[in-house]
């Protein structure tokens, strides 16, 4: 058929063609060997104009091909993940069911009931559903269920962190993300740091390598999402425009114990899709598993969005971070700039192929926005106003600053007052 359908395409041109060139000698407009170079010229546009069509359809053809080929790959990753997961409960289940005393098997069960009975009780009353949910959240937040930690790299700064998370002395930092040229304010980013005894702040270097090396990261992370969540509550009752970026690990999104009550706590709040963006690094986001990558698109179809910090180049796939609901990357200033004119490839394109001012709109026509981060002094603005980027952040408008305990107090008081 496409075959056929060229033919046709060219015998309509070509007869195109002789019309005009007939036309034009008929009505005198021109001599007779003008008007058949005029159908001739009319004829290679034409075929030039149907080849560049075609071109266009195979090109689309193929790439249609690519997304369902990467499709295909996720979801034989997703298989192959489900498989692992059956293996692994069988041999819980085969090591399970080796004897036990009485005195280690006794305990065991009663566990088992319990962990059993809540899911029961949490679907029987339907009605206080979220008040019993963030009941619960709030309390695992507070100590309860924490993970026993996989190796101790650092001893002290595992014992910081475990006592800093049961001591509540993790706080919540926010910077200003702001729009320009106006330079208003439009999101925060928010960072968790931790506070030793003697209330000294360390910075996310000295303890967030322990904690995932611990297997504590997914409660810093929990936390630091309740919290975010708590302050987009606040922020939008005054300004429903302004929202919150907030950092999270990949193991708190691949965290099968955690992260269903939490998809279904937002779930319940969807309402804050709108101003809750979930921001990872781009490592952590272009090797996520299976697991991740699932409960991620479950985010992303309650209409939440998601960011990508720590981006070294620009040479990323637009299409991937479309379809994962990525619609913000951050990116140094410097850098931006640089790639802008020509130091390295965006996109799969040569370095130099887009004019700096199309950097910005060859992002937004996938729906993602740049934000130039790390801006320090005002010469570097001037730069990135010239390519059209949208936000930028950095201590040139504002550093990160702590929320005050009292407003932080004043949301978990009344959460806890909703859980009853």
């Given amino acids: 058929m496409p075959r056929a359908s060229d033919i046709l395409v060219i015998l309509t041109y070509a007869m195109v063609a002789i019309v005009a060139a007939l036309a034009f000698d008929r009505f005198g407009l021109m001599s007779a060997e003008l008007a058949w170079m005029m159908g001739a010229l009319v004829f290679l546009i034409g075929g030039q104009v149907h080849a560049s069509v075609a071109r266009a359809e195979e090109r689309k053809l193929f790439e249609d091909e690519i997304h369902l ?25 085969a090591v399970a069911t080796k004897p036990r005393t009485a005195e ?17 009780q949490a679907a029987g009353d339907p009605q ?19 993970a026993a930690p996989v190796a101790a790299q650092t001893p002290d700064a595992v014992d910081l962190v475990r006592r800093a998370l049961d001591d509540n002395r ?32 360390l910075g996310p270097g000295e303890f967030l390598a322990a904690a995932e090396e611990a297997g504590l990261i997914t409660d810093v992370d929990n ?12 922020l939008t009752k005054s300004d429903r425009r302004v929202g919150v970026f907030c950092n999270v690990s990949i193991r708190s ?6 992260f269903p009550a939490f998809l279904d706590f937002l779930r319940r709040n969807s309402d804050l899709a709108g101003a809750l963006i979930f921001e990872l690094p781009r490592a952590q986001f272009e090797n996520r598993s299976a697991t991740a990558a699932r409960n991620m698109a479950r ?60 950097v910005a ?51 978990d008081n009344k959460l806890r007052r909703a859980a009853g």
Avoid at 176 to 198: A, H, K, M, S
Avoid at 223 to 234: A, F, G, H, P, S
Wanted: hydrophobic share 45%; net charge negative; glycine share 8%.
């Fill in 69 to 93: 080929l990467k499709a295909a790959n996720m979801s034989m990753l997703d298989e192959l993940s489900s498989a692992q997961d059956r293996i692994e409960a069988l041999a819980e289940t």
């Fill in 104 to 120: 280690a098997s006794a305990p065991a069960t009663q566990e088992s009931a319990l962990e059993l009975s809540q899911p029961i």
């Fill in 128 to 146: 206080n559903a979220d008040e019993r949910l963030v009941a619960e959240i709030l309390a695992r937040l507070e100590g309860g269920g924490r």
């Fill in 170 to 201: 993790v706080d919540l930092y926010l910077q200003p993300v702001v729009g320009l040229p106006q330079r208003r304010t439009y999101f925060y980013e928010g960072y968790t740091r931790i506070r030793d005894e003697n209330g000294q702040v």
């Fill in 223 to 234: 936390l630091l999402l309740l919290r975010c969540v708590q302050i987009v509550r606040r």
């Fill in 253 to 258: 999104l691949a965290d099968e114990d955690f």
């Fill in 299 to 358: 985010l992303a179809d309650f209409g939440f969005r998601f960011s990508i910090d720590q981006v070294n180049d620009l040479n990323i796939d637009l299409a991937e971070l479309q379809r994962a609901g990525v619609r913000f990357i951050k990116v140094a200033g410097d850098r931006l700039i640089a790639a802008a004119h020509g130091a390295e490839p965006i996109a799969g394109r040569e370095p130099g192929a887009l004019r700096p001012e199309d």
């Fill in 361 to 411: 709109g060859l992002f937004a026509r996938y729906g993602v926005d740049l934000v130039a981060e790390k801006i320090e002094v005002e010469s570097t603005v001037v730069e990135v106003l010239d390519l059209d980027v949208a936000y930028a952040q950095g201590h040139l408008f504002g550093a990160p600053r702590p929320v005050r305990d009292e407003v932080l107090n004043e949301a």
